[in-house]
């Protein structure tokens, strides 16, 4: 790949030189790499007054090692999303110092005082007020900005053209939007859902369904996304007393449809919501899905007076929106339903005592969300759903 | 620009050096540019043997002259959709004998011996039985080859990249679907249409609708499209006693929903039909719509057992197609307004003896296939909702 691999004896030389600390003496370093993909490193000096972050992308998958190529062109992706959302939503993002698309490496903001929101509700935490509004706005103001209501038609065909980015959405095409409801080597469950599993394999009407939500995904080009919003992809904690949240890693990012993103979130809040009521502690998980969606719509229609192509009225709005909806119901289902029996599973059900129970209400929930996503017409019906299930 | 404009005389010299023509004292050249973007060029030696066209987009609209600038890189695009058809339907395509993309400039079949449709069209000819199914053909295997079900993921997302055409997608969006439905400059229309021109652009259903359908236009990544698949983009005639239909000028080449280039082709047929009707000389025309349907239709479904991505099943084909019809008949109502009362006409009205009841009736057909496209689900309620004009 040509590019230099930091390791953590690396990063005071590289911050050097690439400008972002000076006193070199004065700084110490540890590697906190976290999630599958990539490297990160904590500079900071002795007092603690100062830290950053060093993010960066690995020539393979980095849980996988060598034996899993993937390109570090990644970080491009998650660069130009950053760029796009520190435009119009910098309060919701980790602070950028500075890209080095050479060496495919992120310097930005230290959030160690902040705890991923996954940790956090797995461990029993509510999400509080806040935590789910700032996601809906998130989505809002990032997708908003990136489609052709908020960016000049040239400007967004360019966009969409630098936003490609084939091997990553492969992995959701395949991981997320196929896999599952076949079979294949990735796929893996507790033997006590052989049954579903199996069922939901055999179930063409939720293939077809399935389908159709994957080809939305790889030919809708609303706005750019995050692309892979779950709730380990967002940190939460308080500073000089006021909440933060702040929604990282998008390296999953493209243009597709705005529904993916919060689909996905969704799809998490529910899972942590089957999590909590696993373990006799729900609080306010059965909120969240109203608090974002409101959110998110609210936001969208602020911002809606400021398109930038005003041939686009206000009951176009409405479908839209309701087409966002119905997205995101799907998606839900589709992100759920691959936590559970495909690939990547959820510490949330894993970690469990007994995760079955949990995770078989989590699949009934996933299907009946992919299948009668038109009918699921706004959130009511969905918690009608979940406190249908058996 | 910095490159070539090729005058008359430049021509044979031109033909030299790309190593097309051999024999430079045998070569004659005329100017037979008809169109409004670009030049066309004949060459041919003296005893008909042998001949070429050169096509050299130039760097402004050739009928408005370098006050209205205009890329050429419009020829990128017209060599790009020209390469993709000529893998999968090389036979409904002019041959290109090569593209200069450092003087935009095509050197093709010389299809002098063709007549373009419309020209037929308008002058009583019938489109006989082979034009409208080689039409449909023509969509469905361009469209099939560079949709998701034709392409792996990759190269798809490599060609939605390459494929993007700001400047030429922008004149659709404005020119196509919006002007016409709000005041702008552009507009023009027979005094006799003014009741009709005012009532539409007051119609907020409508409005709604079309805005529906162009943000399709701009989201829709489905296929490569023609994009201007009007009669006047296709040529028909006879070579060796065997019928010959060409599509050409692709120019407005990007990738975006299939039923475009159908609606388009439909749009023409009907007006074509209604100028028949006003001079009594109905033949064929009530057939295309189905004839071409049907091609494309049957030519996608016999496409379907080679998909690269078998995830996607028969009854998701169904949907995907029912999809195609619905904005195609959506598409057909957009064009014919905005060739009655947008910025530019279609002969195949304005050379009638009094070109208003036949105009009327177009402008009201335009305005319920937008508004009811839902609910015109097959070519029986199309034609009968023809028949229901006033």
């Not at 370093?29 to 000096?45: I, Y």
């Not at 005082?113 to 797995?122: A, E, G, K, Q, W």
């Not at 103001?141 to 630098?162: C, H, I, N, W, Y």
Request: charged residues 25%; negative net charge; aromatic residues 8%.
């Amino acid at each position: 790949m040509g590019y230099r691999i930091l390791e953590t004896h690396d990063i005071p030389a590289y911050l050097g030189e690439r400008g972002h600390w000076d006193d070199l003496t004065d700084i110490r370093v540890r590697e906190v790499s976290d999630g599958n993909m990539n490297r990160v490193f904590l500079a900071s000096c002795a007092d603690g007054t100062r830290s950053l972050a060093v993010k960066q992308a690995l020539p393979w998958v980095r849980v996988a090692g060598p034996s899993w190529p993937m390109s570090p062109d990644r970080a491009d992706a998650e660069a130009r999303a950053y760029r796009q959302v520190a435009r119009v939503a910098p309060d919701k993002i980790p602070v950028v110092h500075g890209y080095d698309p050479e060496n495919h490496a992120l310097v930005m903001e230290d959030m160690s005082d902040l705890r991923v929101l996954r940790t956090l509700l797995d461990a029993g935490g509510a999400y509080g007020p806040h935590t789910s509004a700032r996601i809906g706005e998130f989505v809002a103001q990032f997708s908003f900005a990136t489609s052709d209501f908020g960016m000049p038609s040239a400007e967004r065909k360019a966009l969409v053209a630098e936003s490609v980015s084939p091997e990553l959405c492969k992995i959701t095409e395949d991981v997320v939007l196929s896999e599952p409801y076949v079979e294949h080597e990735h796929n893996h469950w507790h033997p006590g859902l052989d049954d579903l599993a199996a069922a939901l394999r055999a179930d063409a009407r939720l293939r077809t369904e399935v389908a159709d939500l994957r080809h939305t995904f790889m030919t809708a080009a609303q706005a750019l996304l995050h692309g892979d919003l779950h709730t380990g992809s967002v940190m939460v904690g308080t500073r000089e007393g006021a909440p933060v949240v702040r929604v990282f890693d998008p390296e999953f990012s493209f243009v597709g449809p705005i529904g993916y993103d919060l689909g996905l979130y969704w799809a998490n809040a529910l899972v942590s919501e089957e999590r909590a009521r696993a373990l006799g502690a729900l609080s306010d998980h059965a909120e969240q899905l109203r608090l974002s969606w409101e959110a998110f719509e609210g936001g969208f229609r602020r911002l809606w007076p400021s398109r930038v192509d005003t041939f686009f009225d206000d009951a176009y709005l409405d479908r839209f929106l309701r087409r966002v909806w119905t997205d995101a119901v799907g998606y839900a289902g589709t992100e759920i339903v691959r936590r559970v029996i495909g690939f990547a599973h959820l510490t949330d059900l894993t970690t469990l005592p007994d995760p079955v129970p949990a995770s078989r209400r989590a699949l009934l929930l996933g299907r009946e969300l992919i299948v009668r996503r038109g009918e699921l017409t706004d959130v009511t019906a969905v918690r009608a759903l979940v406190a249908s299930l058996g």
